[in-house]
């Protein structure tokens, strides 16, 4: 009699939880979803969210080009004033919007890591092809995708890494890895909300001067963790055979920094810099220790003459 009432109580809360899910996935998070749409500050006559539109800066006619690619669910203004201190050091500089991004969550969802890709690549084209020479620099995401559009094309010239996603934080030394947890529980939970106060930064003050989507389908997890898969590949790596600068934090809560260390190395590049930072998170062009960022990035390109 015990068995049956617990198999009773197990069965009902089964049902519930899953009454819960399937309210959350396709009648709650929808909405709110619908709702931060309709709310989101955006430049007037546009789809952008303010913060989100490509950059242009720096003279037509310059010694050669940056390229700025941005992370996972992350826009232009993420790179704070770093694109504006580097077109002053006389280079053209194109801050790019990825593909999915800046606009309305959905069109994340359906973005694949080919239209990702593709959308680097064609940006790296169209700079190589009115400059010659091109400098990708990549934060999170945009660092796998850098690392890749390189590798495939061999167009570029070099390669700034921050932050680079090849793998995420692991938050316990025990356990599966967190791709693990975030492939079973897509599964599952299908939007996911991403406040302000989730940026993964230690300056708070910055928090809200950050664009970013406020609600993510799972579906865009599963894609950033597939580029970082492709950018892993050994074979992959060994293709970068240009000068490469890797900025990282020893504290980022979502890029792994001894993943990072340990595919930098991997790159068959010419020479090589590192530099670690000690007072940051993830999106350092914000943190406390921006000015070393920009530092390192203005000295790296200086030395590229």
């Known amino acids: 009699m015990l068995l049956i009432k617990l198999l009773i109580v197990l069965g009902i809360s089964i049902l519930v939880v899953v009454a819960l899910l399937y309210m959350w996935n396709h009648k709650i998070a929808p909405k709110l979803s619908a709702r931060w749409d309709l709310r989101a500050p ?78 680097v690549i064609e940006e790296l084209q169209k700079l190589h092809e009115s400059f010659g020479r091109v400098v990708l620099l990549g934060h999170s995401m945009g660092g796998s995708l850098a690392v890749l559009a390189a590798a495939q094309t061999g167009l570029a010239s070099g390669l700034i890494l921050a932050a680079p996603y090849f793998g995420l934080t692991r938050r316990v030394p025990f356990g599966p890895p967190p791709e693990w947890w975030v492939e079973k529980l897509a599964r599952f939970i299908k939007w996911i909300p991403f406040p302000p106060r989730f940026h993964p930064i230690r300056r708070k003050s910055a928090r809200h001067k950050i664009t970013a989507y406020r609600w993510l389908h799972s579906d865009c997890g599963l894609t950033a963790m597939e580029i970082a898969r492709r950018a892993c590949d050994p074979a992959v790596l060994e293709k970068v055979r240009v000068p490469a600068l890797l900025i990282q934090s020893r504290n980022d809560t979502v890029t792994c920094p001894v993943k990072g260390v340990e595919c930098f190395s991997r790159l068959q590049a010419p020479w090589t810099e590192v530099v670690w930072l000690g007072n940051s998170d993830h999106i350092l062009f914000w943190d406390y220790e921006a000015d070393q960022v920009n530092n390192a990035v203005l000295s790296f390109l200086s030395r590229l003459g």
Do not use: C
């Open 42 to 119: 955006r430049i007037p006559g546009t789809n952008w969210l303010y913060g989100a539109s490509p950059l242009s800066l720096g003279p037509k006619q310059a010694q050669g080009a940056v390229l700025f690619i941005h992370g996972f669910n992350g826009a232009p203004n993420h790179f704070a004033d770093l694109p504006e201190k580097v077109a002053e050091e006389g280079w053209h500089v194109e801050v790019m919007t990825l593909p999915g991004h800046g606009t309305f969550p959905h069109e994340f969802q359906q973005t694949t890591p080919e239209e990702l890709l593709g959308g």
